[in-house]
């Protein structure tokens, strides 16, 4: 049986995806460069049984489908830079209690309303820092469709895996281009469903105890377990804590279980790293670009290669040492002002050895640009 090719934006592609993934409950507000995603999603969600919501605005938004998930739903909501601010204290709230959600954020040119129709990767650190206090997070991305239907679709997976937030870092360069995708059969990427507890009622129950596999089941709030949900430091049973061992067992907890399945975790690609002299980074749409220079230069005898991060947070660091050890220097490639680039510098050896490529105007980076920082590179002699 032929599989179905579709001709789509990148926004659709995640909706696809998100709807493959077992989505059932989407709550959003409309803003640019995302909307699409919320447009689909009203008409293709009531046909399978979910629930799409409008609602007043982003805050609205992350809470409610932290509501949802809490009750045993797939969640996600979509949103571009200004919306992905407001959702800040949510998203931190969602960390803090353990809810598994999807947020996608499409990024456009900031800060303020900034470039609204232009791309942009000026989120990245936002997406790690965004919210206040010490914390881990989950943060992907992709370059093609194909790529982003398969992010996606982890994302509600690691998501359920680690009972945290994920965020979806597209950019409008991938939200509207056009291209082909291919949907992939039902069973063909295999999902991660909601672990439940196998604690039966009228049994003690421990809604934030960890197995020790690390797991932590959830019960569908408003079945048979009552338990409290706060976000403030809390016990076992979730109650609110402020004893300094319970406070350090906790944030540890949050914490670790990210960071300590960064390999778990990582996703890249990566393209004739067995023999580069130099390597470049980069991430989202600009690699598409980094990609083009890496090909055309080494038909030219040029020994380049290409490292595309998918997962940006946790940051991969050990993959980046590894990869780069042997690089004569390494060019980040991003469409910001050099936030990757500082993760590189700490990761590798020689951090004097990094250089940036980038473009902060709205315009994506071309392989014109990427060439004339070589070109300076070539002339400083790094």
């Keep these: 049986m032929a599989k179905q090719i579709k001709f789509v934006q990148g926004n659709e592609a995640c909706v696809e995806a998100a709807i493959y993934a077992g989505l059932d409950f989407f709550a959003g507000y409309p803003i640019t460069p995302s909307t699409e995603i919320a447009e689909l999603l009203s008409q293709r969600l009531p046909r399978k049984g979910g629930k799409f919501i409008q609602m007043e605005d982003e805050i609205a938004s992350i809470c409610a489908i932290i509501g949802a998930s809490l009750t045993g739903h797939k969640v996600m909501t979509a949103t571009s830079g200004p919306g992905f601010s407001l959702m800040q204290e949510g998203l931190g709230y969602a960390i803090m209690a353990e809810i598994p959600c999807v947020i996608v954020n499409v990024q456009r040119g900031g800060p303020s309303t900034g470039l609204p129709t232009h791309g942009s990767q000026g989120d990245v650190y936002q997406a790690r820092w965004g919210t206040h206090g010490d914390h881990a997070i989950i943060a992907m991305t992709a370059s093609s469709h194909q790529d982003l239907f398969q992010i996606t679709v982890e994302a509600f997976n690691l998501a359920e895996t680690y009972r945290t937030p994920v965020i979806l870092?597209?950019?409008?360069?991938?939200?509207?281009?056009?291209?082909?995708?291919?949907?992939?059969?039902?069973?063909?990427?295999?999902?991660?469903?909601?672990?439940?507890t196998a604690v039966k009622g009228g049994v003690d129950f421990h809604p934030y105890l960890p197995r020790e596999d690390g797991r932590l089941p959830m019960a569908d709030f408003g079945g048979i377990h009552r338990y409290n949900v706060t976000g403030l430091y809390h016990d076992m049973w979730g109650f609110p804590s402020d004893s300094p061992p319970i406070v350090h067992g906790l944030i540890r907890h949050l914490v670790d279980k990210?960071?300590?399945?960064?390999?778990?975790?990582?996703?890249?690609?990566?393209?004739?790293?067995?023999?580069?002299?130099?390597?470049?980074?980069?991430?989202?749409?600009?690699?598409?670009?980094?990609?083009?220079?890496?090909?055309?230069?080494?038909?030219?005898?040029?020994?380049?290669?290409?490292?595309?991060?998918?997962?940006?947070?946790?940051?991969?660091?050990?993959?980046?040492?590894?990869?780069?050890?042997?690089?004569?220097?390494?060019?980040?490639?991003?469409?910001n002002m050099g936030q990757i680039v500082l993760e590189v510098k700490r990761a590798v050896e020689k951090p004097d050895r990094v250089v940036l490529a980038n473009r902060v105007d709205g315009v994506f980076i071309t392989d014109a640009d990427i060439r004339n920082t070589l070109r300076i590179i070539e002339g400083k002699g790094v």
């Excluded at 939200?175 to 991660?192: A, F, N």
């Excluded at 996703?267 to 390597?279: M, S």
């Design 169 to 196: 870092l597209f950019d409008e360069g991938i939200g509207h281009m056009r291209e082909r995708l291919v949907l992939p059969e039902k069973g063909e990427i295999p999902l991660v469903e909601r672990l439940r």
């Design 258 to 335: 990210i960071h300590n399945n960064v390999n778990h975790i990582a996703r890249y690609k990566e393209y004739h790293l067995e023999d580069a002299d130099n390597i470049f980074i980069s991430y989202g749409s600009a690699a598409r670009s980094a990609l083009h220079v890496v090909k055309s230069q080494r038909k030219k005898g040029e020994r380049l290669g290409l490292l595309e991060l998918q997962t940006l947070w946790p940051f991969p660091y050990d993959l980046v040492r590894e990869k780069c050890a042997r690089a004569r220097f390494v060019l980040v490639v991003e469409m």
